[in-house]
């Protein structure tokens, strides 16, 4: 099974960490933040990774080529809109990719392996968006609104009263799934804020239809790397992940 992984940004709100690499880049244990997420892709038995990138893409190549995993196949595809895109141009781009079953990540998360194993196994609908719980979410949380496994809703604006989870980046896509999202990202790139909008808006059109579930993945561990006190939590979980042998 396939990959994409979706890491073009230079993650400003990171700065100054991320002057001089991309925020995939960011060191978490003895590795970058993505390469965790190929070790745990890897892991699951994924076979082929496609990197999105963009900003200082030539750093995370010259990275990736010391990548030796036997039997997964890394390549990259490269966004030269991503200084004035949100990430549903990146998703655009690698449409051609989205062919049979396959993985889409946003490239800003590390998570325990044991995450995109609960993913594989359990998800039925077409597209399955990985979910987890709090008591409390703020502005920038992904918020989602959950009927039973059905994804009703998905967006930062949701209001609490309809919110009961919070998305992590990581969708499954089977079946019709591919299709259903290629032929709305075509479709949603044609209108004129369509290079500002995340994919995941993309995703929640198509909810409206029926066709999204979710997967919870409550009680494992993860972590979204947005600001600089989020690579200190990344990497406590790294070198909790190590000393459990989960790395």
């Known amino acids: 099974m396939k990959?994409?992984?979706?890491?073009?940004?230079?993650?400003?709100?990171?700065?100054?960490?991320?002057?001089?690499?991309?925020?995939?880049?960011?060191?978490?244990?003895?590795?970058?933040?993505?390469e965790w997420q190929i070790h745990s892709l890897a892991r699951n038995g994924i076979t082929e990774v496609v990197v999105v990138v963009g900003f200082m893409a030539e750093k995370v190549e010259e990275r990736l080529a010391r990548v030796k995993i036997p039997g997964l196949k890394i390549r990259l595809l490269h966004n030269p809109f991503y200084a004035v895109s949100d990430n549903l141009?990146?998703?655009?781009?690698?449409?051609?990719?989205?062919?049979?079953?396959?993985?889409?990540?946003?490239?800003?998360?590390?998570?325990?392996?044991?995450?995109?194993?609960?993913?594989?196994?359990?998800?039925?609908?077409?597209?399955?968006?990985?979910?987890?719980r709090k008591d409390n979410y703020d502005a920038d949380d992904m918020k989602v609104a959950v009927e039973g496994d059905r994804l009703i809703d998905i967006g930062k604006t949701?209001?609490?009263?309809?919110?009961?989870?919070?998305?992590?980046?990581?969708?499954?896509?089977?079946?019709d799934g591919p299709a259903l999202f290629r032929n709305a990202v075509e479709t949603v790139m044609k209108r004129p804020e369509g290079l500002k909008l995340w994919y995941l808006?993309?995703?929640?059109?198509?909810?409206?239809?029926g066709h999204v579930g979710v997967a919870s993945i409550e009680g494992l561990e993860w972590g979204e790397v947005d600001f600089p006190a989020d690579v200190d939590r990344a990497n406590d979980l790294a070198r909790r992940w190590i000393k459990a042998g989960k790395g």
């Not at 009263?161 to 896509?173: A, P, Q, R, W």
């Not at 808006?201 to 239809?209: D, L, N």
Request: glycine share 8%.
């Open 89 to 132: 141009a990146s998703c655009f781009l690698a449409r051609g990719e989205m062919e049979g079953d396959f993985v889409l990540m946003n490239g800003d998360t590390i998570s325990e392996p044991a995450i995109m194993q609960r993913l594989l196994q359990t998800a039925k609908m077409p597209i399955t968006v990985t979910i987890d």
């Open 201 to 209: 808006s993309v995703i929640a059109e198509i909810a409206r239809a």
């Open 158 to 175: 949701l209001t609490s009263d309809v919110t009961n989870g919070e998305s992590i980046g990581m969708l499954h896509f089977k079946g």
């Open 3 to 34: 990959a994409i992984t979706l890491s073009a940004g230079q993650g400003k709100r990171l700065m100054p960490l991320t002057a001089d690499r991309p925020k995939c880049l960011l060191p978490v244990g003895d590795r970058t933040l993505i």
